[in-house]
């Protein structure tokens, strides 16, 4: 079955650039999702499409996705940014999420 | 503005079927390019996709659910439904119902409820 590689943590200072990665086989061929999940809530979508953002979410979140990589890259993070954050993608008929990425602002 | 809650039991006992309902409100579950989805959570772990189904009431399952889940329609109430049966401890996760909308070029799960905690436990 596909498999979608996160890093557990990843830490950063409020204001500085949070980069996630997201590996999978021939990930680059697909299109890549991410979801933030802050504790104790549901999923939000925060790019699809690989570098697409949904109305309302700001533009410090922005995506790629080339080779067997996908990234998540937030800019000037916030300290509102903490949180868990998950890569999806699909793979023959099924719907893949990521191992998680816990991003913690120091 | 659409939006989706779950709702049904939130202890099951083992070998039991889970039954879960969504119900959508701002918007029709008949509209084309929406699929509705089932996704499953275990404490402490990550998202899991269970199935799907369309309007038009095809579904496509998680292969390593697929023996155990049924999800179905209720366009009159608006609502979708999964049913998992033979449940273990294994199954005990929050359970989110969430809508994947179809761009033509792609799809994303874009927006899904609250979650509902379902514990399978004699």
């Known amino acids: 079955s596909y498999e979608l590689t996160q890093p557990p943590s990843v830490s950063v200072s409020p204001g500085q650039t949070a980069s996630i990665t997201c590996s999978g086989d021939e990930l680059g061929d697909k299109f890549a999702s991410w979801f933030q999940q802050r504790l104790g809530q549901s999923p939000v979508l925060v790019i699809y499409?690989?570098?697409k953002r949904p109305s309302g979410i700001p533009e410090r979140f922005s995506g790629s996705n080339s080779g067997n990589t996908a990234t998540l890259t937030i800019s000037g993070t916030q300290a509102m940014d903490e949180a868990d954050y998950y890569c999806q993608a699909w793979d023959s008929s099924t719907y893949v999420f990521g191992t998680g990425t816990k991003v913690t602002v120091l | 503005q659409v939006q989706l809650q779950e709702s049904g039991p939130g202890l099951v006992k083992p070998s039991q079927t889970l039954s879960l309902t969504c119900s959508v409100s701002g918007g029709s579950i008949s509209s084309g390019s929406s699929y509705w989805s089932w996704i499953r959570q275990p404490a402490r772990k990550g998202l899991e996709w269970i199935g799907h189904i369309y309007s038009s009431g095809s579904t496509n399952y998680n292969p390593s659910l697929k023996s155990r889940v049924t999800i179905s329609l209720d366009t009159s109430k608006n609502q979708f439904s999964l049913k998992l049966s033979s449940v273990t401890a294994a199954d005990t996760a929050v359970y989110y119902c969430?809508?994947?909308?179809?761009?033509?070029?792609?799809?994303?799960?874009?927006?899904w409820g609250q979650g509902t905690m379902v514990t399978v436990s004699s």
């Open positions: 499409q690989d570098t």
């Open positions: 969430a809508r994947r909308r179809d761009y033509g070029d792609g799809d994303a799960f874009d927006i």
